[in-house]
């Protein structure tokens, strides 16, 4: 069967289809937290996560200029980053809902940088907050990784707009 062609896109005459251009960029999903200036355990779920530098070891990830979480993040001086397992679709879903006590019910634990870590997560970066630059609707935080950890669970994968299992991952090259 030929393949579809290409299809030009405007980014400006029509976001929704620039949203769809931009989910089949595959991605993990992470919960990134922080605490209020009260101590209180915030966060929401993102998929803007990504590497930036070894060394010295920075992370990025990006947040909305309409969450409400933005005042909190913007005076924290750490944050923490969640790689969701794959069988946290719920944790995800919680956390991308913008309800009050998100961490209600949700087992977690503050470690080395006091910044609140999920029970059950796939690996977590704990980071100063090295830089924050506005662009466009969204406030870029690069962080520094002050402590890291990793385990053999599979991921959540996100692709196209849905979860998505990325567990069985084969070399193809
Ligand atoms: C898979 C997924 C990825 C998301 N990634 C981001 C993101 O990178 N940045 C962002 O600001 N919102 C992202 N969102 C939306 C937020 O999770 C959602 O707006 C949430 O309500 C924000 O929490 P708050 O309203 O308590 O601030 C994502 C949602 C989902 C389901």
């Known amino acids: 069967m030929a393949e579809k062609p290409s299809i030009p896109g405007n980014p400006e005459h029509d976001p929704r289809d620039f949203r769809n251009a931009l989910g089949l960029f595959a991605t993990g999903v992470t919960i990134v937290t922080t605490k209020t200036s009260a101590g209180e355990p915030i966060g929401l779920t993102a998929n803007s996560f990504s590497s ?44 991308a809902r913008p309800i009050l006590n998100k961490f209600e019910g949700v087992a977690h634990r503050f470690a080395g940088s006091d910044m609140p870590l999920i029970d059950g997560a796939a690996a977590q ?22 402590h890291y950890s990793y385990t053999e669970r599979p991921i959540l994968g996100y692709f196209r707009g849905r979860y998505a299992s990325i567990a069985t991952i084969s070399d193809i090259g």
């Open 52 to 95: 930036v530098s070894l060394s010295p070891p920075l992370v990025l990830w990006s947040l909305s200029l309409r969450s409400p979480n933005l005042p909190n993040f913007l005076q924290a001086t750490h944050f923490a980053v969640n790689v969701l397992a794959q069988d946290q679709i719920a944790l995800s879903q919680r956390f």
């Open 125 to 146: 970066f704990e980071c100063r907050t090295e830089a924050r630059h506005y662009s466009g609707d969204h406030v870029i935080f690069i962080g520094h990784v002050l």
